[in-house]
């Protein structure tokens, strides 16, 4: 399942979770219906967080609170292997937020697919989602971030690497995780 957060800040200590997205996937193909929810923030959102994502306070203050709304992706992700791209950083937000409202959420770990687009593509240093996905040929014009918008454009960029992956000799999911799981920060 390819997921993505949008948060307040950078701090799983001092900042919060505002948004989730994900995309439930069979084999590189969407399996289900996509799942997003904005979250109630319970920190103020930094100015640096709107110019990225364009959100404030307003904006969310009717959204779900974080106990109503992370449960919810917490039962989505059970048993399945979540893909990110750099995901370290949004995993420390979950498990952060798990001890704070009381969720199940055991990964520690994600695929990460800026670890296997740099394999693929060496030659390319730029790993950010809007260079990988105009170097797979995915044309994506967005003013703002938004985490199901970006879990979507992750996913199609993981399915466009699958084949080069397996030109590579990634042709299991355990050399899959082997070439690009990331444990989460902290």
């Known amino acids: 399942m390819v997921f993505d957060l949008e948060m307040t800040g950078l701090s799983p200590e001092r900042d919060s979770i ?5 995309v439930p996937l069979e084999g590189v193909a969407p399996d289900g219906d996509y799942f997003f929810t904005p979250v109630q923030p319970y ?3 930094k100015s640096e967080s709107k110019r990225i994502h364009g959100l404030d306070g307003d904006d969310l203050w009717m959204a779900p609170p974080a106990d109503i709304a992370l449960p919810q992706f917490f039962e989505l992700a059970r048993g399945r292997i979540l893909v990110g791209q750099k995901p370290q950083l949004d995993l420390a937000f979950l498990w952060k937020a798990a001890k704070t409202v009381g969720g199940d959420f055991a990964a520690d770990w994600a695929i990460d697919v800026s670890k ?3 394999a693929v593509f060496p030659d390319r240093h730029r790993t950010s989602l809007d260079a990988m996905a105009r170097a ?4 994506a014009k967005r003013e703002f971030h938004n985490a199901l918008g970006d879990a979507i454009i992750t996913a199609k960029v993981f399915a466009a690497l699958v084949p080069k992956m397996n030109l590579m000799g990634i042709s ?3 050399s899959l995780i082997s070439a690009a799981r990331v444990r989460m920060a902290g």
């Open 43 to 45: 920190t103020h959102i």
């Open 136 to 139: 797979v040929g995915i044309f």
């Open 116 to 118: 296997i687009f740099s």
């Open 172 to 174: 299991t999911v355990e």
């Open 18 to 22: 505002i948004e989730i997205g994900a």
